[in-house]
């Protein structure tokens, strides 16, 4: 159903990344979809809904989720890695200075990207996500 949504693939050091896009509005937004997510699977109804006239909307498949495979996803480290990548795709497509938008471990990466790259980011909305990984998150994320 996504009429106005183009699709493509780029490579980001040895990760292919996936991701889409929708609109051409002046305002960048990054989508960051939640673990085992997609862009597609989590931010559908924002693809879908948001003006296309007022954002530029970049949904990614992170690497290991969704048609960013192969590889396999690696859960060392993926939260920094992420937030690294997602920065790199961003700057690739044009954008130095964005929103992002972030669900469940999504959410997480944004709060990263933010952090680590606060002139990058422009604003930041999360959900259903942790302001910190706990020791027990740690031993969770271990078992995968």
């Known amino acids: 159903r996504l009429l106005s949504l183009t699709s493509d693939s780029v490579h980001i050091g040895k990760a ?3 991701y ?9 937004v990054l989508l960051l979809p ?3 997510g997609s862009a597609t699977s989590d931010f559908t109804p924002q693809l879908e809904g948001l003006s296309k006239e007022k954002f530029t909307l970049i949904g990614w498949d992170p690497p290991g989720y969704g048609s960013s495979r192969p590889p396999e996803r690696d859960f060392t480290d993926f ?3 992420d937030a690294e990548c997602a920065k790199s795709l961003m700057e690739r497509l044009g954008f130095h200075r964005f929103s992002a938008v972030g669900w469940s ?4 990466t944004g709060l990263v990207l933010a952090g680590r790259f606060p002139s990058t980011v422009k604003k ?6 942790n302001a910190y990984i706990s020791k027990q998150d740690i031993e ?3 078992k995968v």
């Not at 471990?105 to 997480?108: A, F, K, T, V």
């Not at 930041?124 to 996500?129: A, C, N, T």
């Open 124 to 129: 930041l909305v999360i959900f259903g996500s």
């Open 140 to 142: 969770m994320i271990d």
């Open 16 to 18: 292919k990344v996936h």
């Open 20 to 28: 889409v896009r929708a609109g051409n509005g002046p305002e960048p």
């Open 34 to 36: 939640g673990a085992l």
């Open 79 to 81: 939260f920094a890695r």
């Open 105 to 108: 471990d999504g959410g997480i």
